[in-house]
């Protein structure tokens, strides 16, 4: 952002896709200062002393016998992982088959479309276009949103471990959706130009606190080790498919829906509060079986099972 000031420009454009190829170039000089996997060097060598390194260094350990705990759950997985291999197709047929593991992939797969169709990359591909009338200068409010973006990421980290996802995805769509409503009222000329700039970067803090991180993170805590990888291939899919499609065709709503672009966003929000509101389960500090569990439980409420015998 800070670089299109001087080269976003009819004759110096060009200069930033140069700035990439450099930061690119810059990231593969700093890799050999990356960490290694240690579940992979695990898995090549379980005496692997790297691997332990590795781990107390990551995880903040000060004992052995705490490295060796968590080289012990490295390794019963690995096993418990290579024991069962099963065809991937058959197991999307269980998940699809089973109906609280349906529950399951299906919000993960809502969530993966709520990250994309609450608008956040129509804001972030958009946003130069979009402050076009609303600011003087476009580029200064699409840095403002970087800068709002990179903070926010950081205050999504300190929340994440102190509440629970399912409370943070009501934070989230709450907060984007009252968001939306000022950008809409804002660009209808009932508040303030600089009302809809401040209620942009609050949309944006709002996502990075909850449907930001949390559709990704939340797939790993809903499903057992076989199930991961299958679930996650599909909420990629859909992810991208999604964000294709916003990219595609928020030019023409701009257009054609003027200040109220942001209408069908706040709709979309409105619909993920209620689904997190009376669906979606809470996954913190739960295994997948006890969330299954609790889901049996939650829904085994509605109906009456006891019978009296006096009237059978």
């Known amino acids: 952002?800070?670089?299109?000031?001087?080269?976003?420009?009819?004759?110096?454009?060009?200069?930033?896709?140069?700035?990439?190829?450099?930061?690119?170039?810059?990231?593969?000089?700093?890799?050999?200062?990356?960490?290694?996997?240690?579940?992979?060097?695990?898995?090549?060598?379980?005496?692997s002393l790297r691997a332990r390194y590795i781990i107390k260094r990551l995880r903040g350990l000060r004992y052995d016998e705490e490295v060796e705990a968590e080289v012990g759950n490295f390794l019963i997985g690995e096993s418990a992982q290579h024991q069962e291999q099963p065809n991937q197709f058959d197991v999307l047929k269980e998940m699809i088959t089973h109906r609280k593991l349906r529950v399951l992939l299906a919000s993960s797969l809502i969530?993966?479309?709520?990250?994309?169709?609450?608008?956040?990359?129509?804001?972030?591909?958009?946003?130069?276009?979009?402050?076009?009338?609303?600011?003087?200068?476009?580029?200064?409010?699409?840095?403002?949103?970087?800068?709002v973006n990179v903070l926010a990421t950081y205050a999504a980290l300190?929340?994440?471990?102190?509440?629970?996802?399912?409370?943070?995805?009501?934070?989230?769509?709450?907060?984007?959706?009252?968001?939306?409503?000022?950008?809409v009222l804002s660009l209808l000329g009932y508040f303030s130009n600089i009302?809809?700039?401040?209620?942009?970067?609050?949309?944006?803090?709002?996502?990075?606190?909850?449907?930001?991180?949390?559709?990704?993170?939340?797939?790993?805590?809903?499903?057992e080790g076989k199930y991961v990888a299958v679930a996650m291939s599909?909420?990629?899919?859909?992810?991208?498919?999604?964000?294709?499609?916003?990219?595609?065709?928020?030019?023409?709503?701009n257009e054609h829906l003027g200040p109220y672009s942001f209408g069908p966003f706040a709709t979309v929000l409105a619909l993920v509060f209620a689904f997190a509101l009376t669906i979606l389960p809470e996954t913190q500090g739960k295994s997948p079986q006890e969330l299954?569990?609790?889901m049996t439980r939650r829904n085994s409420k509605s109906m009456v099972y006891e019978v009296n015998e006096e009237d059978a």
């Open 195 to 223: 009302l809809a700039l401040v209620a942009v970067n609050t949309y944006v803090t709002f996502f990075e606190i909850g449907l930001g991180p949390i559709p990704w993170l939340i797939v790993a805590e809903m499903f």
């Open 234 to 253: 599909l909420c990629s899919q859909l992810n991208w498919a999604c964000n294709f499609i916003i990219g595609l065709i928020f030019p023409w709503m």
């Open 111 to 147: 969530l993966q479309m709520a990250q994309q169709l609450c608008g956040i990359n129509a804001v972030f591909y958009y946003s130069t276009s979009f402050f076009e009338g609303v600011i003087d200068n476009p580029l200064v409010g699409t840095t403002i949103v970087g800068a």
């Open 158 to 183: 300190l929340l994440m471990d102190s509440c629970g996802r399912r409370s943070l995805i009501l934070w989230s769509s709450g907060g984007m959706f009252l968001s939306c409503v000022v950008i």
């Open 292 to 294: 299954v569990a609790d």
């Open 1 to 47: 952002d800070l670089f299109a000031f001087p080269f976003a420009t009819q004759s110096g454009w060009r200069v930033l896709f140069g700035i990439t190829s450099l930061t690119a170039f810059a990231q593969l000089l700093c890799s050999p200062f990356l960490l290694e996997s240690p579940r992979w060097l695990l898995n090549r060598d379980p005496k």
